[in-house]
């Protein structure tokens, strides 16, 4: 008997393998996200790091706070001075991470959109030459 195999792809409306061709400048596009958002994941933990490591020291200083309150009074000024130091610290830092994550979709694409404080410092050499005509 004759092996008659069918072709999974044929009852799709158009030939969806087209959408795997792999060539040099699909790789170059996947190369060029796939740094992006590795240098955003490093990013993002530096932030994270740094934060969780400035709000423990912070979180620290307010229950010491708390302990030398002699008043009701003194307890609900330290309470609300700990409350906005707090939203105004988780609010300062999810922009941080909200402008990593922007960036690494603007790396990933257009390189010369992201925002300079946020640039992983391999990439900070290729502003210093942007202004030469060596075009």
């Known amino acids: 008997m004759a092996n008659h195999r069918t ?20 790789l170059n596009y996947a190369e060029k996200a796939y740094r992006a958002w590795l240098d955003a994941a490093g990013e993002i933990q530096t932030e994270a790091v740094g934060f969780l ?16 309150c002699q008043t009701p009074a003194e307890v ?4 609300t001075e700990y409350a906005q130091n707090a ?12 402008t990593c994550l ?12 992201a925002v300079p404080e946020f640039e992983p410092q391999r990439t900070s ?4 030459g942007r202004g030469s005509s060596a075009h």
């Open 7 to 26: 072709d999974p792809f044929a009852s799709f409306p158009f030939d969806v393998r087209m959408l795997w061709d792999i060539n040099g400048k699909s």
């Open 53 to 68: 490591n400035s709000r423990f020291a912070k979180d620290s200083a307010a229950i010491a706070r708390l302990g030398q």
């Open 76 to 79: 609900l000024n330290a309470q």
């Open 87 to 98: 939203l105004a610290d988780f609010m300062s830092g999810s922009q941080k991470i909200a």
């Open 102 to 113: 922007g960036n690494a979709a603007k790396r990933s694409v257009f390189p010369s959109l």
């Open 125 to 128: 050499h290729r502003r210093a």
